[in-house]
């Protein structure tokens, strides 16, 4: 059985996080999609509400299974979950240089767990869930960027932050 953890804070789901599942999820029998709080990073949506978002634009993928995860190292939470595989995306050199590390850090942590990358595609690779933000702060239009669901909920928040 090859099950897989793609983790990530998911701030909110982008279409390329979602291009990645939908690879990934041919490539395991399983794939788990750990949503986490990053600590170093201020979220917009609450874990209920990234959830929510996620399991929604993932439902139509049958081997893809979509938990909160606690704040703990993530080859612990790989482990537990009986994941030996974990998924990431790399959009470019900069996500290269960063991911690298955390990959071989992980490989020390738990070398029975294989880190396996996907290059992000062409149309989504120059796209983060902060790039997006940004953007719809100042009414530039990314709905080209977001699954439907995510879209939706980004508009709402938007109007609560205008009337406030
Ligand atoms: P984290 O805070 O762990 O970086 P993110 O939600 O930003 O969480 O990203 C989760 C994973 O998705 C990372 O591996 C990241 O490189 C990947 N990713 C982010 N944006 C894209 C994209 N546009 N295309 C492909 N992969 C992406």
Same mark, same amino acid.
């Not at 139509?60 to 081997?63: A, G, L, Q, R, V």
């Given at each position: 059985m090859k099950r897989a953890l793609f983790p990530g *804070?998911?701030?909110?789901?982008?279409m390329g996080h979602l291009e990645t599942i939908r690879r990934g999820a041919k490539l395991f029998d399983e794939l788990i999609v750990g949503v986490f709080v990053n600590s170093n990073k201020s979220s917009l949506f609450t874990m209920e509400e990234k959830l929510m978002l996620v399991k929604e634009a993932v439902a139509?993928? *049958?081997?893809v299974r979509v938990i909160a995860q606690e704040t703990e190292l993530t080859v612990v939470a790989a482990e537990r979950l009986g994941a030996n595989f974990l998924l990431r995306g790399i959009r470019s050199i900069k996500d290269y240089e960063y991911e690298r590390e955390i990959m071989e850090m992980n490989q020390h942590l738990n070398p029975e767990i294989e880190t396996v990358f996907l290059l992000a595609q062409s149309q989504y690779s120059h796209i983060s869930s902060s790039l997006i933000k940004e953007v719809l702060l100042f009414d530039g239009n990314v709905q080209a960027y977001l699954p439907k669901n995510v879209y939706q909920m980004m508009m709402e928040k938007k109007g609560e932050i205008n009337e406030k």
């Open positions: *804070s998911f701030d909110p789901l982008t139509d993928i *049958s081997n």
